[in-house]
């Protein structure tokens, strides 16, 4: 039976970008869709330019986001390994194939050489490429190389004539001269693949049936197709995806906002609003709806409906959405999501108990309109957990009022919430809203001063339920502050 198998094959060379991601999820969704297999390859085999601590970034991206690979690191899988660099015995084995069949030759030519030929190429202003001096050599001059003992790099012998064509599902038929391209290496002197050697072999053997990946690809694919034929082998089909654009159509850089998907997560937005963001950056369903369920994004996804003009990445479309599914989120969810946010500023204890945790459930409604990131949360909900509120004294005397008469509207508000029983917001305001009349004051007066009293802000949740979650004692000990900071 045909299983659609595909792959995510990042280079351990830093953390994920939000378009490597997008390449992610894109395959994921494609192998999810069609009851496929998603393969996690590691492709480490530029050993120069390996990062410390990105591969654990990218499973941990991945593993944020639920994209679940089914084979890879950690699973394991029919095909292991998974990781190139424990594979090069395979690709040897194929370029010595190669070899011996006359597709692909040892090239002994040093760096200085190479250089020197560069440098002749660019005054002369000739194309760069390899002059394919090693291809001619005969059998004597390369045993000369070698009982000279250089270790050669593997070329591939480029078919001199005829054109190679191969059909892109997003693009259509791609056709590329075959006398343009040059003899690229396949094989490295220390043993090491190039990409292009690789990524053939192992999307072959590990029976890869579709390749989705960037755009930035396609002038690389019909270097792949030569390599499939060469070894007689049938090639995956390929899709690229959409490039991925700043709303200024520039390319897509920090400056749009894009940044790693570690910082995505660290600035508080839910992997659920990045997944249907990302979807949206190439796909449409009916080039209207905005919001989809992961469960949607499963049973929609397909290629057809994946473009081929830009995608615009926005990041306020991005906030926006990440908005919109912190308010979907039940209260209790979204408190435990907000915890770590507000335990890294210093406003919750490492250890959260029982009480804490239903407190700060209770604040989550009073706030849930007002943020669009959970990094937004520390800012918005600071004076629900201070000792202490630091504010300007004088933003307790309300326009119109002078500072006396704020002393005597803040006790009378006081000595009203102190005889009141209860702390229930519907009681409070019974109880608050008819004294305005009597101490002859607005009621925007009163509530004013008794807003920046309990909280030291002018604007926050509505105030009665706001006290409530607070705390009548904790807002009567406040406003006994307030009253002993009013200037003189
Ligand atoms: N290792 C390549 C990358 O990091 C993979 C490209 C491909 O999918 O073929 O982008």
């Known amino acids: 039976m045909y299983t659609v198998r595909v792959r995510f094959a990042p280079s351990p060379t830093g953390t994920p970008h939000i378009g490597n991601i997008r390449t992610a999820l894109f395959n994921w969704l494609f192998a ?33 986001l639920g994209l679940d690979w089914d084979e890879g690191p950690e699973m394991g899988g029919p095909y292991e390994p998974y990781f190139q660099s424990q594979r ?18 040892p090239c002994y030519c040093s760096k200085e050489r190479l250089e020197a030929m560069r440098e002749e190429q660019k ?39 005829g054109e190679t064509t191969y059909h892109d599902l997003m693009h259509g038929d791609v056709t590329i001269q075959n006398r343009i391209l040059d003899d ?47 070894l007689g082998w049938q090639p995956p089909q390929f899709a690229h995806l959409p490039i991925i654009l700043g709303p200024d159509r520039t390319k897509l850089s920090k400056r749009h906002g894009a940044t790693s998907i570690t910082a995505y997560e660290e600035d508080g937005y839910l992997p659920e609003a990045i997944v249907n963001f990302l979807a949206l950056l190439g ?29 615009i990445f926005a990041r306020e479309k991005l906030d926006w959405m990440n908005g919109y599914y912190i308010r979907q989120l039940p209260a209790v969810d979204l408190a435990a999501r907000l915890l770590p946010f507000l335990q890294k500023a ?51 005397v309300q326009k119109g009022l002078t500072p006396e008469k704020t002393r005597t509207i803040l006790l009378a508000a006081r ?30 007066q009163l509530f004013g001063a008794i807003r920046v009293a309990v909280t030291g802000r002018t604007a926050t949740p509505p ?26």
């Not at 072959?204 to 030569?226: G, Y």
């Not at 499963?298 to 081929?308: E, K, N």
């Open 32 to 64: 999810r869709h069609h009851g496929g297999k998603f393969v996690l390859r590691i492709e480490d085999t530029d050993r120069e330019r390996l990062v410390p601590g990105s591969l654990e970034a990218i499973m941990d991206g991945l593993r944020w």
């Open 88 to 105: 090069l015995s395979t690709y040897q084995a194929y370029a010595e194939q190669l070899v011996a069949e006359g597709k692909a030759y």
């Open 123 to 161: 005054q002369r202003g000739e194309p760069a490429g390899y002059d394919r001096r090693c291809r001619y050599l005969t059998p004597r001059e390369r045993s000369e190389f070698e009982a000279q003992g250089v270790t050669p790099v593997v070329r591939f012998a480029i078919p001199l004539e």
């Open 184 to 230: 690229f290496v396949m094989l490295k002197s220390d043993g090491y693949p190039t990409y292009h050697f690789s990524v053939v072999v192992d999307d072959r053997l590990m029976a890869i049936t579709h390749v989705l990946r960037a755009d930035e690809w396609i002038p690389s694919t019909p270097r792949h197709v030569m390599l499939y034929q060469a």
């Open 283 to 311: 796909w449409s369903y009916d080039g209207v709806t905005e919001i989809f369920s992961r469960g949607e994004l499963v049973a929609r996804f397909d290629l057809d409906r994946v473009g081929t003009t830009p995608a």
């Open 346 to 396: 210093g406003l919750l204890p490492a250890d959260v108990g029982p009480d804490l945790t239903a407190y700060v459930e209770a604040i989550v409604p009073l706030i849930r309109e007002r943020i669009n990131l959970l990094s937004e949360a520390p800012q918005a909900t600071e004076y629900f957990f201070r000792e202490e509120l630091r504010y300007e004294p004088g933003l307790l």
């Open 415 to 444: 000595n009203a919430i102190a005889a009141q029983g209860s702390c229930e917001a519907a009681r409070l305001e019974e109880t608050l809203r008819p004294l305005a009349v009597e101490l002859e004051v607005k009621t925007g």
């Open 463 to 488: 105030l009665f339920e706001t006290i409530a979650v607070l705390g009548c004692q904790k807002a009567l000990a406040r406003i006994d502050e307030a009253i002993a900071a009013l200037p003189g």
